[in-house]
Nanobody
Framework: QVQVLEIGGGLVQAGGSLRLSCAAS????????MGWFRQAPGKAREFVAF????????MYGDSVKGRFTVLRGNAKNTLDLQMNSLKPEDTAVYYC???????????????????WGQGTQVTVSS
């Protein structure tokens, strides 16, 4: 079993920056992908970004390209999401997820992930 915990989040003004961190603990695969998704009220869950455990493969959602950066954290099994140039439409609950890595996996889809955190709220004011 793997536990996933997101930290960070909060309220920020439009144009500002925020950094989220995700930590995975417990027994899991040595080869995995960690992803970020978000869900705004009344909307479907949206892919934000993912990165593999070794940093060799990753991807960003179209709405965050050029503004968000996903990177491995300083500690093992951690993943950070640096969010810059935030917009009110970035307001959502942000979720971190962990899934076992495979070459044919579609890690921009929620179904690729086995373990999810509880989410952290990000609110961007205009």
């Amino acid at each position: 079993q793997v536990q996933v915990l997101e930290i960070g989040g909060g309220l920020v003004q439009a144009g500002g920056s925020l950094r989220l961190s995700c930590a995975a603990s417990g027994r899991g695969s040595n080869s995995y992908a960690m992803g970020w998704f978000r869900q705004a009220p009344g909307k479907a869950r949206e892919f934000v970004a993912f990165l593999t455990w070794n940093g060799d493969s990753g991807m960003y959602g179209d709405s965050v390209k050029g503004r968000f950066t996903v990177l491995r954290g300083n500690a093992k099994n951690t993943l950070d999401l640096q969010m810059n140039s935030l917009k009110p439409e970035d307001t959502a609950v942000y979720y971190c997820a962990v899934g076992q890595w495979g070459p044919s996996g579609q890690y921009h889809k929620a179904a690729a992930y086995d373990y999810w955190g509880q989410g952290t709220q990000v609110t961007v004011s205009s």
